[in-house]
């Protein structure tokens, strides 16, 4: 049976000598896995073009229940990123966002609401012509609404300390290790009440923001066991450095 939608690329790896397997959250099942023969590529040999990661795709594949992996009939670009392959600020972010996904997003079933907010950012991303040191801090803050563990930044912030164990800001100085001190918690409170829009207006300090980025990924640690090491993390904070 033949099936269409949208998707969005998580990862590809090589699998013989002609094929790739393509990882893709697609807005009709989640996540999927897909076969794609390199005749399928289109004028593009190498591993370019539509499988690069977080590309915004429309597939037509051909759909089996017994099978885990599909087979790709056809794959383009939907749309075609205008920017971010050739900008090495926003195609790190990219890089970036897309480890993370890969590791988040497990489930196979719809969830349109996260597909389009996923879709919409990094549309906004592509388009924006002036740089968003900061985008990857308000996307990280803003998925974890869709995952289920958004932070509680609507309380008193200034002077105050973020707990990331709990979820929340604190009075005191946490006993653990997994808070914010109060300048972050600051900028951390400020990043949870601004709108896409709004990014190029928050301004912080590159220490500042080395730092958010970390306390965020010990933030997703403490809900995801599995995720391991960010590969990509130095690339970033060293593009923004």
Known sequence: MLVSGEGIVLSYRKYGDNSL???????????QSFILNSSKRGKSRGVKGPVQPLCLVEIVAYHKESREIQRIKEIK????????????SKSSQILFLAEILNKTLREQESNPLLFNFIKNSLIYLDLNEN???????YFL????EYLGFLPDTDKNCQNNWFDLEKGTVVKNKPLHPYY???????AFCSLGNIKIGELENFKISRILRNHLIVKLLDYYHLHFEYLGEVKSL???????S
């Not at 397997?21 to 996540?31: L, V």
């Not at 670009?77 to 090495?88: D, G």
């Not at 740089?131 to 801090?137: A, G, T």
Request: cysteine-free.
């Open 21 to 31: 397997i393509i990882t893709i959250y697609t807005k009709n099942t989640g996540r």
């Open 77 to 88: 670009n939907s749309p075609v990123y205008q920017s971010i392959p050739f900008n090495i």
């Open 131 to 137: 740089p968003l040191p900061d985008f990857h801090l």
């Open 141 to 144: 803050f803003r998925l974890t």
């Open 180 to 186: 914010l001190n109060t300048e972050a918690t600051k």
């Open 234 to 240: 130095k690339v970033l904070q060293e593009i923004f």
